[in-house]
Every structure is written in C-alpha cells, then in structure tokens.
Nanobody, 126 residues
Framework: VQLQASGGGLVQAGGSLRLSCAAS????????MGWFRQAPGKEREFVAG????????YYADSVKGRFTISVDNFRNTVNLQMNSLKLEDTAVYFC????????????????????WGQGTEVTVSS
C-alpha cells in the first residue's frame, strides 16, 4: 500500500486548504482511512477518519465543523477539506490506512493504522 499526501501550503488564518491522499497498491473497500497531524515538539494527533465506503466519518473535537473528510472512490483518494483555519492547525499532516475495521475507541490512535504517507506541511499565518 502506498499513500501519497499533497495539498499543503501556507495560508492565512481563516483561509482554506484541501489535502488529498492518493492510495494505491490494494483494493481498499474494507479499509479505514485517517488523517493525523504533528506540530513541532508535539505528538502526532488524530484529525479525522472515514471508512472507504464513506458511510462513517469521525473527527477530533478541535476540527469539528471546520474540516470535512471524504473519499473519491473513482480516483482512490481521501480528501480533507480544511476551512476556517487557525494558527493551531499548523502541522505536518499525514494520511494513514488500516486494512481492517477498527473499534471506535481505537480509531484515533496512530498505532491502529498500518500504512502511512509521507506527510504534507500546513502553515497557518496570522
């Protein structure tokens, strides 16, 4: 499985960015996909997740109402639309994949995911 994240950049607070994660190498119908982020000096934290069918989504409280995760089954990509960006959203964003269903209590844990992309940097300026 290969995951390729893109779409990061520099944006002013209040602006928007759209991240994409291109997935290849497998059939992903049973997969759970996630976005995580890691700010300098901090641990990697969960941002959002989605089943490959797109029927179940879940978000960290810090991004609810601002970020939207979605799946494009035709293009095999997982997207993260980020609106109303804040300074504290600055981080390197990683996409991740898990090949089996994950218990709700574990879905925000980095070690629940089997595959990781290389990360794309998001910088929010004032």
């Amino acid at each position: 499985v290969q995951l390729q994240a893109s779409g990061g950049g520099l944006v002013q607070a209040g602006g928007s960015l759209r991240l994409s994660c291109a997935a290849s190498g497998r059939t992903f119908s049973s997969y759970v996909m996630g976005w995580f982020r890691q700010a300098p000096g901090k641990e990697r934290e969960f941002v959002a997740g989605i089943t490959w069918s797109g029927t179940i989504t879940y978000y960290a409280d810090s991004v609810k109402g601002r970020f939207t995760i979605s799946v494009d089954n035709f293009r095999n990509t997982v997207n993260l639309q980020m609106n109303s960006l804040k300074l504290e959203d600055t981080a390197v964003y990683f996409c991740a994949a898990r090949s089996l269903p994950v218990a709700p209590s574990h879905r925000d844990r980095p070690n629940s995911y089997d595959y990781w992309g290389q990360g794309t940097e998001v910088t929010v300026s004032s």
